[in-house]
């Protein structure tokens, strides 16, 4: 995430839609963009392995920013630079078996076609970087060192719409809300291109879509979000936003899907998260918790999360930097592997502001 990402999400919300009335989703039109809203992102991680044994975790996210709501289009005479719209996009990979991590930011402006994404189908773009479809969903990105995934990404589920009523609260306010849902069981196949090598890779693979405006609160520094993905078909998606004073907000939660696809929400007091050690950046200098039990008590779990490599953080010295990476899900009585999962960790290198 770039510097001009973050200041950009400090801007004024005023003519923005808020997330907080009722949402009724219809797919395959909100895989789309809502211009009317600020901020939005199309956020993707998987495990996948190759024909070798060899397992890589990956993330490839897309944002929108808006600058002014609506997305107005450049007037008769105005510059072909003219753009309303900022796409920041975010690739990383872990290499679970080489115990590696790489990850690569870019960020485009609207302008001259450079980023961009359509209001009526899913079709995102940053630079060479796309998402195209939903049935299936087509991601590809390439680093200049030739890293690359084209993957293909078919739904083995309906989507789970989080919090009630299509509104997911992040805080008290009208505003700290925002619209949201995932695709949590997607059956991925593609290509991984790596350390000059094309490799054929199958797996599993997870979607956030969000969009909503001046969500967080300025007493709320950041969060830990958690999907987990479980070889039972179960899937649980947790959000816990933490605040400056280091309390947890309220309106936290999560939800759990169960194997036919049909979604329970958990409330803040529904589940309890709790680190199980530290790691500490050797370039932000930021310890982050490293390894958590997560206990659903409604739904019978009792969990425990394992990164799959330590450093698994999008340092960017000159903006925002976070930990996002892979984990393994064991049974905490008894250490055996019950799934997959991700983890995001934002607001120990620094306060963040959406």
């Not at 400090?10 to 907080?20: K, M, P, Q, R």
């Not at 002014?68 to 510059?79: E, K, L, N, T």
């Not at 909503?212 to 070889?231: H, K, P, V």
Request: charged letters at 20%; a neutral charge; glycine letters at 10%.
């Amino acid at each position: 995430m770039t510097r001009i990402f973050a200041s950009v999400l400090a801007l004024v919300f005023s003519g923005f839609t808020s997330a907080n009335a009722p949402y009724h989703f219809v797919f395959p039109r909100d895989h789309a963009a809502h211009v009317g809203y600020q901020s939005e992102w199309w956020y993707y991680t998987g495990h996948v392995r190759a024909r070798d044994g060899r397992r890589f975790g990956y993330e490839l996210t897309f944002f929108r920013v808006g600058l002014a709501p609506g997305d107005p289009r450049p007037a008769h005479g105005q510059s072909d630079w003219r753009g309303n719209e900022l796409y920041p996009a975010h690739f990383a990979l872990t290499d679970e078996s080489g115990q590696t991590f790489m990850h690569v930011q870019t960020v485009a402006r609207e302008a001259l076609g450079m980023g961009g994404a359509s209001t009526h189908a899913l079709d995102v773009h940053t630079f060479s970087w796309t998402l195209r479809g939903s049935a299936p969903f087509r991601l590809h990105a390439r680093t200049s060192d030739g890293t690359a995934i084209d993957f293909d990404l078919t739904s083995e589920k309906p989507p789970a719409i989080h919090g009630h009523d299509g509104i997911s609260r992040k805080a008290a306010c009208a505003t700290c809300a925002s619209h949201y849902y995932s695709m949590t069981r997607l059956r991925t196949t593609g290509t991984l291109a790596y350390h000059g090598q094309r490799l054929a890779v199958s797996g599993l693979s997870w979607m956030d879509h969000e969009f909503g405006s001046d969500e967080l609160q300025s007493n709320q520094a950041g969060w830990d979000w958690f999907s987990i993905q479980l070889d039972d078909r179960r899937e649980v998606m947790l959000y816990r936003l933490r605040q400056k004073d280091g309390a947890v907000t309220p309106q936290s939660s999560g939800s759990v899907v169960d194997p036919h696809g049909a979604v329970s929400y958990v409330p803040r007091a529904g589940f309890t998260i709790a680190p199980i050690g530290t790691w500490t950046s050797p370039v932000t200098h930021a310890t982050y918790p490293s390894g958590w039990r997560v206990r659903v008590p409604a739904a019978n779990l009792d969990l425990t999360l394992v990164p799959t490599v330590k450093d698994q953080e999008l340092a960017d010295p000159s903006g925002v930097s976070y930990w996002e990476g892979a984990v393994d899900v064991r049974n905490t009585a008894n250490g055996k592997n019950l799934g997959v999962g991700y983890v995001e960790l934002t607001g120990y290198a620094g306060a963040i502001t959406l």
